[in-house]
């Protein structure tokens, strides 16, 4: 074909900077490079109400108070915040904490560092299409449970949570309930009132704002410890000079998201039907995860019986399409051996066995793509999937009629 | 792609794209069958040996790029050698071939050497044992 085409079909891992964020982000490298603690001087004070704008772009995005958000430097950052400043500040709340097993690991590991600590952690399971059950968590909480967290959004499967019956639970029981919305916020409305939820984690760089930006909401913003010792800043409860560039970004892309939401959601849905639809006609062997309706706009999830995921992602990444995939051996191909490489523990909680789930693959689009580059993956899969069905010995043992896939 | 942050070499890339001896041996005397099924690697080796020297090599193999590539290399590397010479290929070679592998895909290599162990083994039951099957 020889074309230079650069599809980028991975916004669940990041997404590029709209360039109405990075121009409002320009002057505070160097015009209005001023420290925001220094309320004396005009530059201070500049930065300060930059500052101040951007909270208020946040807590729009959110329905939240202004002095409900806290910056933080990412989505990891605001949930280590979130659970160990809750129970840094709480420790008569109970050592009994709830999270699902389709967490991202700055909560699972953050959960097992807690175990080591003396906390007791149960982690839900979760049904087929990935969704948590509320009654589950019910069930779950004891008299000692001090928190529960939970992800709004799966960046693999693309499932909501229903996060609004899960935040009405937490609140009879009187536990404190965190929502990791980091690929979430900024891409589906989110009401932190009308949820009823105590914290929200946000990430910039998920709805088209910079990298090493987060925030971190707060029902009544000031239920938490700090976890770095430090300065006043961000009421306290998170020391370090403030990026300020890169908050005024979060703002400006929070602003964007609350006008342009309705139509990139519109714009999502119909290319996510398309591609869905496509895949579905095209491909004999897919099968689809993550919950069909219940799901992130624009996010497809799938696994394709008989191949591998990372394969098909490096020929699809030849093809020009840049996806992701949820196979044990692409998950950190930096590693240094193979203790890290593991299969995902999303698609295994969802019933996918370890040894199938790596031909996963998760498509996630974004608010720039365009029907056309929907078309082009429809194109080039079929092709892509037949070279890897024809080197697959899984394949050749299926059309002997010896499936391994029906047990 | 020869960029240095990919974590491939372009030899890898090439055999992964362009896989050398693809397929199956219909009257093959001797078949590795080794997987990784935790990580989803499967190779399947088909050898065919005439008067101790392998004179055809083909593979099917389920797995990621460095796997799709080991396979590939490692029948080019046995096409036309004499068994003696195929016992002493290891997976260090296979992955020197490739110029490289990266580290967490060293067990690719082994899985390679494995299915070659395998296959051999196959081929001294065969021939020492019943006869042909």
Redesign the interface.
């Known amino acids: 074909m020889g074309d230079d085409r650069k599809i980028y079909f991975d916004h669940q891992a990041s997404t590029p900077v709209d360039p109405r964020v990075f121009e409002a982000m320009i002057p505070y490298f160097q015009e209005r490079f001023g420290n925001p603690s220094s309320h004396i001087h005009t530059e201070g004070v500049r930065a300060n109400q930059a500052l101040d704008a951007a909270r208020g772009q946040v807590a729009e995005l959110v329905n939240s108070e202004t002095d409900e958000i806290i910056f933080t430097s990412c989505a990891t950052e605001s949930n280590n915040l979130g659970l160990r400043g809750f129970l840094k500040a709480n420790p008569d709340k109970g050592r009994h904490i709830i999270i699902s097993e389709i967490e991202h690991y700055s909560i699972l590991n953050q959960a097992l560092k807690l175990k080591d600590e003396g906390y007791e952690v149960s982690t839900l399971k979760v049904a087929e299409g990935g969704l948590i059950d509320p009654e589950a968590v019910e069930n779950a909480i004891r008299e000692d449970t001090a928190l529960i967290s939970v992800n709004l959004a799966n960046s693999e499967i693309g499932t909501i949570q229903p996060i609004k019956e899960i935040a009405e639970i937490a609140e009879k029981h009187g536990v404190f309930f965190h929502a990791d919305g980091a690929i979430a916020v900024g891409n589906i409305p989110i009401d932190v009132k009308e949820l009823g939820i105590d914290a929200l984690t946000i990430s910039a760089h998920n709805f088209y704002g910079p990298k090493g930006i987060g925030a971190l909401y707060l029902r009544g913003g000031n239920n938490i410890s700090p976890i770095f010792e430090g300065g006043f800043q961000e009421y306290g409860m998170r020391s370090g000079t403030e990026n300020v560039p890169g908050i005024v970004g979060l703002g400006v892309a929070a602003e964007l998201a609350s006008i342009e939401m309705p139509k990139r959601i519109e714009h999502l849905q119909k290319l996510g039907k398309m591609l869905w639809k496509g895949l579905e006609e095209e491909i004999e062997y897919i099968n689809f995860t993550g919950h069909p309706i219940q799901r992130l706009p624009g996010h497809i999830s799938f696994w394709i019986r008989?191949?591998?995921?990372?394969?098909l992602l490096?020929?699809l990444n030849?093809k020009g399409v840049m996806a992701a995939s949820g196979?044990?051996?692409?998950s950190?191909?930096?590693?240094?051996?193979?203790e890290?490489?593991a299969?995902s523990h999303v698609l295994t909680a969802i019933g996918v066995p370890?040894?199938?789930?790596?031909?996963s693959l998760t498509v996630s689009m974004g608010k720039d793509n365009t029907e056309e580059e929907v078309r082009y993956l429809l194109d080039i899969m079929p092709e892509v999937v037949e070279k890897l069905l024809?080197?697959?010995?899984?394949?050749?043992d299926k059309l002997r009629g010896k499936d391994p896939y029906s047990k | 792609?020869t960029d240095k942050a990919f974590?491939?070499s372009e030899k890898v890339?090439d055999h992964?794209?362009n896989?050398r001896n693809?397929g199956?041996i219909d009257d093959a005397n001797a078949i590795g069958?080794v997987g990784n099924?935790?990580?989803?690697?499967?190779?399947?080796l088909y050898l065919k040996i005439e008067e101790d020297k392998i004179v055809d090599a083909k593979f099917?193999?389920?797995?990621?790029?460095?796997?799709?590539a080991t396979s590939s290399m490692l029948t080019e590397l046995l096409k036309g050698i004499s068994l003696e010479e195929a016992r002493a290929i290891s997976n260090k070679a296979v992955a020197e071939a490739l110029d490289g592998l990266?580290?967490?895909?060293?067990?690719c290599s082994v899985m390679a050497e494995e299915a070659l162990a395998a296959a051999l083994k196959d081929y001294e039951a065969r021939s020492g044992g019943n006869g042909s099957n």
């Open positions: 008989y191949i591998e995921g990372e394969s490096l020929m030849i196979s044990a051996c692409s950190n191909l930096k590693g240094a051996d193979e890290d490489l299969a370890a040894e199938f789930c790596s031909g024809m080197m697959s010995p899984l394949y050749a | 792609m974590p491939y890339m992964f794209m896989p693809m199956e069958d099924p935790a990580c989803g690697d499967m190779m399947r099917k193999t389920f797995g990621c790029g460095a796997a799709i990266p580290p967490v895909k060293i067990h």
